[in-house]
């Protein structure tokens, strides 16, 4: 069987330079070294993944984002530490939440939030202490 690795996370979007401003805010997002973000593109690296954001372009003949939940990719997840701390300066920042804080079994502790594109991300705490 070959092995599979991460390469990264494709993004489009009607405004490139706001997703971009957005991920490297509110989650800390940085620019892959020697790139800049352009109103066509942008290379982020997030989590020690690279997330690429392209632009789109009214007519280019691409679907709107679907309301949650729907067959296929939903999501992403990020693994934080210390989930209600990271929500409470997410809300602090004005980021939209549909989910709160919530422990959903032994162990795990998660969150949704939303892009400003739409974007369903959850966030994540593995932790013993969420019996």
């Known amino acids: 069987m070959?092995?599979?690795?991460?390469?990264?996370t494709h993004i489009r979007t009607?405004?490139?330079?706001?997703?971009?401003a957005w991920l490297q805010d509110k989650l800390g997002a940085s620019n892959v070294e020697g790139t800049k973000?352009?109103?066509a593109r942008?290379?982020?690296?997030?989590?020690?993944?690279?997330?690429?954001?392209?632009?789109?372009?009214e007519g280019d003949g691409i679907n709107p984002t679907p309301a949650i939940p729907y067959a296929g990719f939903e999501h992403f997840g990020l693994g934080v530490r210390d989930l209600d701390k990271v929500a409470a300066e997410l809300k602090a920042k004005g980021?939209?939440?549909?989910?709160?804080?919530?422990?959903?079994?032994?162990?795990?502790?998660?969150?949704?939030?939303r892009s400003p594109q739409g974007i369903s991300i959850e966030l994540l705490e593995r932790d013993a202490k969420y019996a």
């Open 95 to 113: 980021v939209e939440f549909t989910r709160e804080p919530v422990t959903a079994r032994p162990g795990l502790r998660i969150c949704f939030i």
């Open 42 to 57: 942008a290379d982020l690296l997030l989590g020690g993944t690279k997330v690429i954001v392209t632009q789109v372009k």
């Open 37 to 39: 973000v352009s109103e």
């Open 2 to 8: 070959p092995e599979y690795t991460w390469d990264h």
């Open 14 to 20: 009607y405004d490139v330079p706001g997703t971009a």
